[in-house]
């Protein structure tokens, strides 16, 4: 019971004792964590259980007003280890999706079969361990309602029975009273006005008692009120928690990608934010608790002095009733005691004291209408002080609500807790990463992973020779080169469609990551390596235009040494040898143009075919992008109109 709250007893708070689990249920907490190396991870309530609250009866030294203290607490309680039954709920469900897709990687991934199994079974032993405490919890809740209901239908039996015998009593009192002032049948003594002045005390004693019980009644009543509407309202805030909890997990769950950086920070910046106004309200909250604290006291003051003033005045008329009636009855007396000295008067003064008596009677009589007619006043002076009684009720209704709020900034923290959770790690490369070479001879791997351009002309203008003889342009080792490039580019792109299809969670894909890094080094930094995949792509660009050129060049070469040898045999008689040694040597030439021409063709062709590849998955990865930057916007508004309402 927090030292914090109304009515909180110290001698019953030194009686609680530690919890134990019962034998064959689940541990507990303290059992469940061990040395506290996985209590992070272990989805506990983070409020220890009320193990003095799990008897069925009360001790004597219990009082009602603790109980309900006791009651309100475990209500609390019942509803935190609700949450965290959820949130292990939703743990296993993801952990159970996450192990169905990924299971048809295991045997290329062994690491990733061991890290969804042990997340699965981690999440089932937490699931078992939510459901015991909520259970043991809902048990100690029933007990202490039951408690509770017999403690006020006993208040309540007792206070009925009280109240009729003492209605009972005031009654027979009454026409014993009324019985007694008849004249005509009882004269008046002494010893009849003494009894007359001994039952009016006890009549005032029994008043009392009677205002008493009203309050202790009223006071009962309010109490019981005051614990419905706080239950009712701690529901109504865990189910929000709940719902906002559930769409907020959902959302961060399914976030992945380039934006996971930018969504970090910006959530960072906005728990920064959260912490500062939570701060902020909770010196608010304890302002307000202050001011509705003092408005109360004051509120308690008036009804104080009121119930005063009410009880004076009605002491005050009684009293007065009182005095008169002594009056009277001395009046009476002292006419008796003429009466019996003077015997021997004449029988029409005996009936004139007597008539003197009727009318003294009448006149009790009218005093004690006018007595029942103050008591119906009483009556809604009575009812006055009930609706005062209620204002307080609901004044104490409000300060519960604002006590409702500590549990609210736990969950908040909570809330704040899971976020942290899921920022993703930092994704900046291993320095120092080794290659490790290929199988290929020809490919001399660099520093940024690709192969050398020692071989490629990146000037755009043709080099020296190399097409003016076609037979020692060496197109297939050019050729090779760039199918080598080709392949390794398209198996990279392949490794990052399948990385990003198994995207999951940080932990995966960081394991991923670091065993795909044993093949292709990049893979740690993969996201500047698509940015050099496109600076790459326009140099490839770059490259088929200065080819196409030399193709262009070298098809142009063909037809002038044709046109040339054709000019040569129809020029004269005379050059016949010559022009068909000409024409001897400019047809394979031309030949070996044409074969080099339509090798450069297919090159061009697969060079084009790639980058339309390269485009199409550079428009996927776009798409995704895209859309996980959509999902951040909905998670963000999300949070934000959580925030707003909560402000």
């Known amino acids: 019971m927090d030292p914090r709250r109304p009515g909180y007893n110290p001698d019953y708070a030194a009686k609680r004792k530690p919890s134990r689990s019962p034998p064959g249920g689940a541990p507990s907490k303290s059992q469940r964590t061990g040395n506290g190396s996985d209590a992070a991870d272990t989805p506990t309530s983070g409020r220890p259980a009320s193990p003095a609250l799990m008897t069925a009866a009360p001790t004597p030294a219990e009082s009602l007003v603790d109980m309900l203290m006791a009651f309100g607490n475990q209500c609390s309680k019942v509803a935190s280890t609700n949450v965290v039954q959820m949130q292990a709920q939703m743990t296993l469900d993801r952990a159970n999706a996450e192990y169905r897709k990924m299971s048809e990687h295991f045997q290329t991934f062994p690491q990733i079969r061991e890290q969804k199994t042990a997340a699965k079974n981690k999440a089932e032993k937490s699931l078992k361990a939510a459901t015991a405490d909520l259970n043991q919890h809902r048990d100690a809740q029933k007990d202490l309602a039951t408690c509770i209901a017999t403690l006020v239908a006993k208040a309540q039996s007792a206070a009925s029975k009280a109240s009729a015998a003492d209605i009972k009593l005031v009654e027979q009192k009454c026409n014993a009273l009324e019985k007694k002032l008849d004249g005509s049948n009882n004269p008046f003594s002494a010893a009849d006005r003494q009894r007359i002045e001994d039952k009016c005390k006890d009549l005032e004693q029994q008043l009392g008692h009677l205002k008493n019980m009203i309050k202790d009644h009223q006071s009962f009543e309010g109490q019981i009120k005051d614990l419905t509407r706080k239950y009712t309202l701690s529901e109504k805030d865990v189910k929000a928690i709940d719902s906002r909890l559930l769409s907020l997990e959902n959302h961060v769950a399914g976030d992945s990608g380039d934006s996971l950086q930018a969504k970090a920070l910006a959530l960072t910046a906005q728990t920064e934010q959260f912490k500062i106004n939570s ?13 509705i604290q003092a408005r109360f006291e004051h509120e308690k ?276 040898q010559i022009t068909s040694a000409a024409e001897s040597r400019s047809e394979p030439q031309a030949k070996a143009c044409q074969n080099s021409r339509q090798e450069l063709d297919g090159v061009l062709k697969q060079l084009t075919e790639l980058e339309s590849q390269g485009r199409k998955e550079l428009v996927e990865l776009s798409g995704r992008v895209n859309t996980i930057a959509t999902e951040f916007s909905k998670v963000k508004g999300t949070f934000q109109a959580w925030e707003e309402s909560r402000g």
């Open 279 to 291: 701060k902020t309200n909770e010196q608010t909250d304890t302002w307000n608790g202050q001011a």
């Open 301 to 576: 003051d008036l009804a104080r002095d009121e119930n005063e003033k009410r009880d004076q005045a009605i002491a005050q008329y009684v009293e007065n009733g009182i005095k008169e009636v002594k009056e009277d009855i001395e009046a009476v007396s002292q006419q008796v005691t003429t009466m019996s000295h003077a015997r021997n008067q004449d029988v029409a003064q005996v009936n004139a004291l007597r008539i003197d008596m009727v009318a003294d009677m009448s006149a009790v009589k009218d005093r004690l209408v006018t007595v029942e007619s103050k008591t119906e006043d009483y009556e809604s002076v009575k009812s006055a002080v009930g609706n005062h009684a209620q204002e307080i009720s609901n004044l104490k209704a409000e300060v519960s609500t604002k006590a409702d709020k500590e549990y609210v900034a736990g969950a908040m923290q909570k809330v704040t807790r899971e976020q942290h959770a899921v920022q993703p790690p930092s994704r900046t490369p291993t320095p120092g990463t080794v290659l490790h070479g290929s199988s290929n001879g020809n490919m001399t791997p660099q520093a940024n992973g690709f192969h050398s351009q020692a071989n490629l002309n990146l000037s755009g203008q043709p080099r020296a020779g190399s097409f003016s003889n076609p037979s020692s342009f060496d197109a297939e080792k050019k050729i090779t080169e760039l199918q080598q490039q080709a392949d390794m580019l398209s198996y990279v792109t392949q490794r990052l469609q399948t990385q990003y299809n198994n995207l999951t969670t940080e932990s995966v894909c960081q394991a991923m990551l670091d065993q795909l890094g044993e093949v292709w080094p990049h893979a740690k930094n993969w996201e500047g390596w698509v940015n050099e995949f496109k600076a790459r792509q326009a140099e490839f660009d770059r490259q088929k235009e200065e080819m196409k050129g030399q193709v262009s060049k070298l098809a142009m070469d063909a037809d002038m040494a044709l046109k040339a040898a054709k000019e040569a045999k129809d020029s004269s008689a005379a050059t016949t």
